[in-house]
Structures are given as C-alpha cells and as structure tokens.
C-alpha cells in the first residue's frame, strides 16, 4: 500500500514525485510501462521557458506570473540535475527584428527562451533525477503497465499485465499522449468526466541544408503563427538545427517527428509546419480524423511515412526513388537522415493529405519562403509526412488538477493539461499541491 501512485514517468510524473518528496511526503510509487523511466523527456529536451508555448494557461487555471514561477522552478530543477547553461532567446534587439519581417508577410513571430538538452544528454539528466527521488525513497517500478484500476472504499486497486497488485490512496495519472486512449478508457470505468476535444493539428516537416535556416543560429527554436486564408492557424514548431528526423511509432500507424544530439550534429535543420483543424459538427473525435489522415499516409507509403522533394511538391508531381537524387534538379543537395526505403517511402503528399490541409500548408510555406528570401522553397529541400498532433480529450478537474472522483488527479499530455516539457512539469507540480493540500 502506497499514499500515493503515479502512473506515468514523463516530466509531469517525475516533477509531481519531486514536490511530494521535497514537501515531505515518503511514501510514493511511480509506474511506467517503459523499461527506462521519463517519457518523451528522452526526445530532444528542449525547454520552451515562455508561458506562450507548449501550455494552456486556462486549462492549467493559473496566472501568468504564476506560471512563470513554475518555469523558473522546472529550469532550476533541470540545471541542478545537469542541463547546460545555454539559453537561446534572449536578445530582444534581434527578436524585434525578426518579427518586423515577419509582420510584413502578416506572420506572428513568438519569442520565446529556450534551452536545448538534447536527446543523448537528456539521458544523464533522467538518472540524476531518478536517483535523487530514489535516494527520497520513490519507489520507480518500470517495465509495469497497469491495465485495471478499481476503488474499493476509500482506495485503489490497481493491476498491472502480469497481474501484479497496488494499493493507494491517492492516484495521480500521467500517461502522456501516448496512454492518451488508456486513459480515456480507465476514465470510463472509473466514470472520471471528460469531453471529446475539437482540435487537430495536421501538417509536415521540412528538412534542409542548415544553412537555408540560418535563424537557428541566434533562436534555436524559432516560433512562427499565422492564420490561412480559410482562417486556420498554421505555425513552425519543434525546430532542430543540426538535427535528425525521427519516426514516432504508435501501433497502428507511424509519424514523423524530429530532434538533436548535443554532442553529434548533422548538415541539417528540420522544423514542423502544423494547420490546426478544427472539426464542427457532426464529426467529434478529431483522433480518430488524425488516425485515418496517418493510416492513408502510411498506406501509400508501402507501411511507411511519405518524403518528398519540395521540387516535386510545388511541380505536383509524386517523388520516385529514381529520380529522389536527380543532379539535374539540384536533388542531390540535401541528403535526407532518414533513410529511403527502409524507414520512408518518396510519394506524393497530396495523395494522403485532404485538399483543403494541402492547401493551407503550401500557403504557409509560401509565406515563410518570403520571410526567409527564398531558401524554404529551395527545390531540393524536403518534406515529410504523416506529422500529425493529437490533442487529448479534456478533463473537467478542479484547480488542483483533481477529478470528479475524489482522490483522482490528472496532469501532462494525456489528460490535456500540457503540449510540452515544461507544461507537463507545471501540471505534475499544480497536481502534487493539490496531494499536499489533502494532508
Ligand atoms: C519525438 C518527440 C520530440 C519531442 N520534443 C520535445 C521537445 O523538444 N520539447 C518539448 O517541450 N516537448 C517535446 N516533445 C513532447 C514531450 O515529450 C511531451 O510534451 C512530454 O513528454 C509530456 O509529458 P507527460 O508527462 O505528459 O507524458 P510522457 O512524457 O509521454 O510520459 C508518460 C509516461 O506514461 C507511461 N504510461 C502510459 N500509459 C501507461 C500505463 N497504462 N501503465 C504504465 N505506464 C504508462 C508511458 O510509458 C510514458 O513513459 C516531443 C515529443 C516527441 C514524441
């Protein structure tokens, strides 16, 4: 029997168990189905430090200088367990600069501070924060997925696939997006209230010669937002200078993101282009719009996700992998870091993708190319697709992250309090206050 159980190891898990720890608390299991404890932690780790990005402040229900307390909490935290001190972001001559460029194509440039980890240093980062909450007596059990949870009178009862048994009496679930659809179905037995959300984002990620984004070399994750002529939002998001493009695997189906080393850079910077979709009525399970969107991608692709030259994006042609290295075209230029063939198939985007989606991207495309003299639209630059983000579903909760069921809390990306790092951190850090409220 614990107080309280964690479910889930990512930012918002760990930075829930830190302040329990800290504030007194000892006795405290965290969960996780994984072999290796932190969740998408281990993807790049790059820390947005603005309350602009990757966080809803109403749904986390806090002030903006609240969140910046947070922010500035979560930075410390990374630093002392190891993060380098480089802080990308900070000089506003330059950001005005970028952003009266970017207002002459009616573009929004958000500034924002960031700090990079990087995938390989995050790794050191992890086990400084697991052996100091092991050292607290945290008791982190990994290679454990609970499949069932059940209150019986004033606690829960849990089960993991193997059929191992946990008490507790406090429950903190932060599954990430990835347990986004377990909890939704835990939430249905456990009858935790919740509602579909309406948003999607759908879009691609450009991949080029570094030197085509020098912007990168100032601002390490530049964030640019602008509305489509059909009044969507399109934006840049997750930019990796020096970085690789990544496959993100779920079970049936597979996307495309990107990140970086530290210490290994390659010659190019990959960046995503998202349109946010919103679904009206009658359609309202916008994951399962997503799903299909990826599948049909997947499916063109032979089982993988579609690259294609921008060349033959904008000549509305297909790419072969006869002519994905074409000299004549310039082709052989930018050489792609995902491998052709075995992990991604040349296709034609706008085969898998709606018109309308298609559209919009090739508009801000456009508009970015603008801002940046022509680099984005280079022939031999690429695209990559299915990159699709799910929102999850939405949790009515209390101030504390609490659920309806009493003793119940939610944090992270799965319960859509968040959409990155520091925002998960800040649920798992509202969500524990609420714990610590309790007694
Ligand atoms: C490729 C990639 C790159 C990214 N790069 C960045 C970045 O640079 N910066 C940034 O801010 N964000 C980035 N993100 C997003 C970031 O990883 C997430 O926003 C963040 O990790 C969410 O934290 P979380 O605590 O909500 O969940 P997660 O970090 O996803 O952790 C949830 C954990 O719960 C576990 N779990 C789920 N269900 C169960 C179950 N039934 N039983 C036991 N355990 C379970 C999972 O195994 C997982 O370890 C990236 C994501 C990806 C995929």
Redesign the pocket.
């Known amino acids: 029997m614990y107080e309280i159980i964690i479910?889930?190891?990512?930012?918002?898990?760990?930075f829930a168990a830190l302040n329990l720890v800290n504030n007194g608390k000892d006795s405290i299991c965290i969960?996780?189905?994984?072999p290796f404890?932190?969740?998408?932690?281990l993807?790049?780790?790059?820390?947005?430090l603005s309350t602009e990005i990757?966080m809803d402040l109403g749904e986390l229900r806090i002030t903006k200088e609240k969140a910046k307390e947070y922010i500035d909490f979560i930075d410390k935290t990374f630093l002392f367990f190891g993060a380098p001190d480089e802080v990308y972001g900070s000089d506003e001559k330059l950001y005005k600069e970028w952003a009266e460029r970017a207002k002459r194509n009616d573009v929004e440039f958000i500034p924002s501070l960031q700090r990079h980890i990087g995938t390989d240093l995050s790794k050191k980062i992890i086990k400084n924060f697991r052996n100091y909450l092991e050292e607290k007596n945290v008791k982190i059990r990994l290679s454990?997925?609970?499949?069932h949870i059940e209150k019986k009178d004033s606690q829960f009862f849990l089960k993991?696939s193997t059929g191992e048994e946990f008490f507790s009496k406090y429950l903190l679930l932060?599954?990430?997006?990835?347990?986004s659809s377990?909890?939704r179905e835990i939430s249905k037995k456990l009858k935790i209230s919740y509602s579909n959300g309406k948003k999607i984002d759908v879009g691609i990620r450009l991949e080029m010669n570094k030197e085509s984004y020098p912007i990168t070399d100032v601002i390490y994750?530049p964030k640019f937002k602008m509305f489509s002529k059909y009044k969507n939002v399109l934006r840049t998001f997750?930019t990796n200078p020096k970085g690789r493009v990544?496959l993100?695997r779920y079970d049936d189906f597979t996307l495309i993101?990107?990140?970086a080393l530290k210490m290994k850079k390659t010659e190019n910077t990959n960046f995503a282009l998202l349109d946010t979709i919103i679904l009206t009525e009658p359609l309202t399970d916008p994951f399962v719009y997503g799903k299909l969107i990826s599948i049909a991608t997947n499916l063109l692709g032979n089982g993988k996700p579609i690259i294609q030259r921008i060349g033959d994006f904008l000549d509305e042609k297909r790419s072969k992998f006869e002519t994905f290295f074409d000299k004549t075209r310039w082709f052989d230029r930018v050489k792609p870091t995902l491998q052709i063939g075995e992990l991604v198939t040349p296709g034609d985007i706008r085969m898998a993708y709606p018109y309308k989606i298609v559209k919009e991207l090739k508009e801000g495309l456009i508009r970015l190319n603008k801002i940046f003299g022509n680099t984005i639209l280079k022939e031999e630059n690429i695209i990559y697709a299915p990159e699709v983000k799910f929102y999850s579903i939405s949790y009515q909760t209390t101030d504390e992250l609490e659920t309806n069921v009493k003793n119940i809390f939610v944090?992270?990306?799965?319960?859509g309090?968040?959409?990155?790092?520091?925002?998960?951190?800040i649920?798992?850090l509202i969500a524990s206050n609420g714990i610590l409220k309790k007694g």
Do not use: F
Request: glycine share 24%.
């Open positions: 479910i889930g190891s990512g930012p918002s898990g760990l969960i996780d189905k994984n404890p932190s969740g998408g932690m993807n790049d780790c790059k820390l947005n990757g454990t997925e609970i499949v993991s932060a599954p990430g997006r990835s347990g377990w909890l994750d997750c990544t993100e993101n990107g990140d944090a992270g990306d799965g319960a309090k968040s959409r990155g790092i520091v925002g998960a951190a649920s798992g």
